[in-house]
C-alpha cells in the first residue's frame, strides 16, 4: 500500500537535449502527489544537460540527480536500468526526456496500485505536435501477453510506473533494443506473471517531433524490429511474424536511398499486407504526421 509521496522515484533518460528535457523535469516538479527524487540518465557527457539539471535541482524541493556514463553504446534502455539501480524509491516512474506528465499522473498511479494490486500501471496518451493534440494509444484493461507480444498495446517509455521488485525479477529493459523496448518490456513484464492496471485518462503528453526522434522511419528502427522478432520468434504466430515483417519492409521503404530498395521493400510490403493493417491504416489516415517522423537517426 502506498502511504506516502516518497516511495516513488522518476526516471528520465536522455540525449543531448536539454530543451526538451527541462520540461520534462518541469511537469514531474508540478505533480499533485511529488516524488522522492528525480534521476536524469545521460549516454553522453552533455555540458547544456548538467547545466540545466544544476538549474532544476537548485530550484527544486525535490532532488535533481545527474547521472552520466559512457563505457556503453548507450541507448534508452540502458539508461533507464541505470536509472532503476541509482534510484531509493519502491515505485520506478519512467518519463522520456521529450515527453511530459499531466499534474496529476503519480497521483493516480498511486491510488491504481493501491485499488488493483498491481505490479505496473499503465496510463492513456495525449500526442502533440507544436500546438495540435491527438489522442494517442490507450490501453485497454485485461491483455494477456498473447496479445501484446506482436503489437504496442499503448505502453511508451513515459506511461509506465512499475513496483521494483517486479522489475528487478524480470532484468528491466533490454539494452540490445534500442527500440522497441517498451514492447519487449511490457511483454516479458506480463509473461513473468504480473499484473497491470490502466489508468483511463490522457495524463502522458507525448511530444512529435524532428529532432532524433527514435519513432521515425530509419534504418536503425528496422534494424531492431527484425532483432526483436529473432527474440520472440518461439512466442510469434505466423500472423504475428508477418505483421512484424510488414513494419519492417515498410519503414525500409520510407528510410531507403536507392530508387531500386523503395521499389523493393514496397513489393515485400504489400506481399505482407494484411487486412488488419488496412483497417489500422485507414483509421490513421488523418494523423499520420502524429504517428511517424522523417527518418533521422541518433549517434
Known amino acids: 500500500m502506498i502511504a506516502t509521496e516518497h516511495q516513488f522515484s522518476c526516471v528520465i533518460p536522455t540525449h543531448r537535449r536539454a530543451d526538451f528535457l527541462v520540461e520534462a523535469v518541469e511537469s514531474v516538479l508540478r505533480q499533485s502527489l511529488l516524488p522522492i527524487e528525480v534521476i536524469v540518465v545521460s549516454d553522453t557527457v552533455d555540458g547544456e544537460t548538467e547545466e540545466a539539471c544544476r538549474r532544476l535541482s537548485t530550484s527544486s524541493a525535490v532532488p535533481v540527480r545527474l547521472v552520466v556514463y559512457a563505457d556503453t553504446p ?10 532503476a539501480r541509482a534510484a531509493s524509491g519502491e515505485y520506478l516512474a519512467f518519463l522520456d526526456d521529450d515527453d511530459t506528465w499531466g499534474p496529476d499522473y503519480l497521483q493516480d498511479a498511486a491510488a491504481a496500485f493501491e485499488s488493483q494490486q498491481a505490479d505496473v500501471v499503465v496510463t492513456w496518451i495525449s500526442m502533440f505536435r507544436g500546438e495540435q493534440l491527438k489522442d494517442g494509444p490507450a490501453i485497454r484493461d485485461g491483455l494477456s501477453p498473447r496479445d501484446v507480444v506482436a503489437v504496442n498495446a499503448g505502453t511508451i517509455g513515459s506511461n509506465m510506473v512499475v513496483r521494483r521488485s517486479a522489475f528487478d525479477a524480470v532484468g528491466g529493459f533490454d539494452p540490445a533494443l ?24 490522457r495524463s502522458v503528453f507525448q511530444r512529435k517531433h524532428e529532432s532524433g526522434q527514435l519513432t521515425g522511419h530509419s534504418g536503425a528502427r528496422a534494424d531492431h524490429t527484425e532483432r526483436y522478432l529473432e527474440k520472440h520468434r518461439a512466442d510469434l504466430t505466423a500472423a504475428d511474424r508477418r505483421q512484424l515483417r510488414f513494419v519492417i519492409h515498410r519503414i525500409r521503404r520510407n528510410s531507403s536511398s536507392s530508387r531500386a530498395a523503395r521499389a523493393y521493400h514496397l513489393a515485400m510490403s504489400l506481399l505482407h ?8 491504416d485507414r483509421a490513421n489516415r488523418n494523423d499520420r504526421d502524429f504517428f511517424t517522423v522523417p527518418s533521422i537517426e541518433r549517434d
Do not use: I
Open 273 to 280: 499486407y494484411s487486412p488488419q493493417q488496412y483497417l489500422k
Open 74 to 83: 548507450g541507448g534508452a534502455s540502458e539508461s533507464r536500468n541505470r536509472g
Open 178 to 201: 534500442r527500440m522497441k523496448n517498451d514492447t519487449d518490456f511490457f511483454y516479458r513484464f506480463l509473461k513473468a506473471g504480473n499484473r497491470y492496471a490502466a489508468v483511463q485518462k
